[in-house]
């Protein structure tokens, strides 16, 4: 039986097929096609558009900023709608003008074209044929990732580097103190960054001071004329250290006294003492936007991969994709393309 499949309905095939079933549906209608010329594959072809959409997203990928700029784009409520209106179907200027006057907003078409739909173009997620817009394969699978999460440009800063989405990223691997972020955030302006997180509720801070451990050191106390009471103070201190409070309650000594033991025990070079500093966590809302960024960046990188078979670029390059990194304009037409089932 031969079914007619517009490229839209190729593209929003359930959004969470695979990459790869697309394709694998796009090869079956290569098989079964025979163009006159390859002028005609140019032209008409659904799945010559749709490889080229894959071509393109690739090039995009090189640019390390790709998906810093991706961010900033979505960090705005009317593109992020605009987008959701595209990936149900096709619009002019005009008809999106009408749609988001049905929402309560209203502006020129000219504003629509330049602060909101160009955007979302130069990053990849719609294309323009004959001055109706669509959205991609890219876009339609995105706008279901970002159709129920929370709205980003409401948390995190629309014209960014992305630092917070960093420090978001990397306390989702594990809680992290600042010495520890500053390490991995090349940033000078990383307090500002932390605070303007807690303020949007995304990290929380333990509400402990800074806590003082103690720690033996490698000296043997056997070398060392120690007191009965100092002895075991020393003995009480475990490898991975100590708060003096806690120290007190193991030996049975007062606060007060356990301080002035362990000024001995320093003295002698047989203890030191750190300081822990606090550590930053995500909260629920935080770990929501990790999440999310982390499901985008899969998606990212599941394109790219698909678009391997188009370039020559490496599989091993595509692993590689920075997890936060503007690809360029990109036109294409919905046509009616020929499956054989």
Not at 51 to 65: A, V
Not at 235 to 259: C, D, H, M, V
Not at 269 to 287: H, I, Q, S, V, W
Request: proline letters at 4%; hydrophobic letters at 30%.
């Amino acid at each position: 039986m031969e079914v007619n499949i517009g490229l839209r309905e190729l593209r929003k095939a359930p959004w969470n097929t695979s990459v790869a079933k697309i394709l694998e549906v796009a090869k079956e209608t290569c098989e079964y096609c025979h163009p006159l010329t390859p002028l005609t594959c140019a032209k008409k072809c659904n799945v010559w558009r749709l490889k080229k959409d894959l071509r393109e997203l690739h090039e995009r990928t090189k640019d390390s900023n790709f998906l810093v700029h991706l961010l900033n784009t979505l960090k705005n409520k009317r593109r992020s709608q605009i987008l959701q209106i595209l990936s149900n179907r096709q619009h002019s200027t005009a008809t999106l003008q009408r749609e988001l006057k049905r929402s309560g907003y209203y502006h020129s078409q000219k504003t629509i074209t330049e602060e909101y739909v160009d955007p979302l173009m130069n990053v990849g997620v719609i294309d323009e044929e004959h001055g109706r817009y669509s959205a991609t394969l890219f876009g339609y699978k995105l706008s279901k990732l970002t159709a129920d999460s929370i709205d980003i440009g409401e948390v995190l800063p629309p014209h960014s580097k992305c630092y917070e989405e960093k420090a978001i990223e990397t306390l989702h691997e594990s809680p992290k103190n600042y010495e520890e972020l500053r390490g991995l955030i090349s940033t000078g302006s990383l307090s500002r960054i932390l605070k303007r997180l807690e303020e949007t509720n995304l990290i929380t801070r333990g509400n402990e001071v800074n806590y003082v451990f103690y720690f033996k050191t490698k000296r043997n106390p056997q070398k060392e004329n120690l007191s009965p009471t100092e002895r075991r103070v020393h003995k009480n201190i475990p490898e991975e250290g100590i708060a003096a409070q806690r120290l007190a309650a193991r030996t049975n000594i007062s606060l007060r006294r356990t301080y002035k033991y362990l000024r001995k025990l320093r003295g002698k070079k047989l203890a030191f003492k750190r300081k822990t500093p606090k550590t930053y966590t995500l909260t629920e809302e935080g770990t929501q936007i990790a999440k999310l960024l982390e499901n985008i960046h899969a998606l990212i990188t599941e394109l790219t991969q698909a678009s391997v078979k188009f370039s020559a670029r490496s599989y091993e390059e595509i692993q590689q994709i920075p997890a936060l990194d503007i690809p360029q304009e990109r036109k294409e037409k919905p046509q009616q393309i020929l499956v054989i089932t």
